[in-house]
Nanobody, 130 residues
Framework: QLQLVESGGGLVQPGGSLRLSCAAS????????IGWFRQAPGKEREAISC????????NYADSVKGRFTISRDNAKNTVYLQMNSLKPQDTAVYYC???????????????????????WGQGTQVTVSS
């Protein structure tokens, strides 16, 4: 399994941008899909973006599509989430997770991205407020 550490969160004004990083340690990072999830106070965890291991296919929740971009640098064992045009409703703790099994190119199941997502980071807080 991979060990994951998120960074890059903080306080930003509406309309601003942040770039989150998910740094992984362990063997075989390039063989894992990486997903970004978020959880706001009092709300269920939301799957927001995923990048696959082989083709680098990406997928996004409708709530962030067109504003967030996921990318990966296998040489650095890191996945990034570029977040633009941030809104107050984007305020949440953001987590990355790794899936070493099949995700069918980060297919969306209706509630999450396909996979069991066994490895998780500790999360990073993003607050969008004026």
């Amino acid at each position: 399994q991979l060990q994951l550490v998120e960074s890059g969160g903080g306080l930003v004004q509406p309309g601003g941008s942040l770039r989150l990083s998910c740094a992984a340690s362990g063997i075989g990072f390039e063989y894992y899909a990486i997903g970004w999830f978020r959880q706001a106070p009092g709300k269920e965890r939301e799957a927001i973006s995923c990048i696959s291991s082989n083709t680098g296919s990406t997928n996004y929740a409708d709530s962030v599509k067109g504003r967030f971009t996921i990318s990966r640098d296998n040489a650095k064992n890191t996945v990034y989430l570029q977040m633009n045009s941030l809104k107050p409703q984007d305020t949440a703790v953001y987590y990355c997770a790794a899936e070493g099994g099949e995700t069918y190119g980060c297919a969306y199941t209706g509630s999450s991205f396909y996979g069991s997502w066994d490895s998780w980071g500790q999360g990073t807080q993003v607050t969008v407020s004026s």
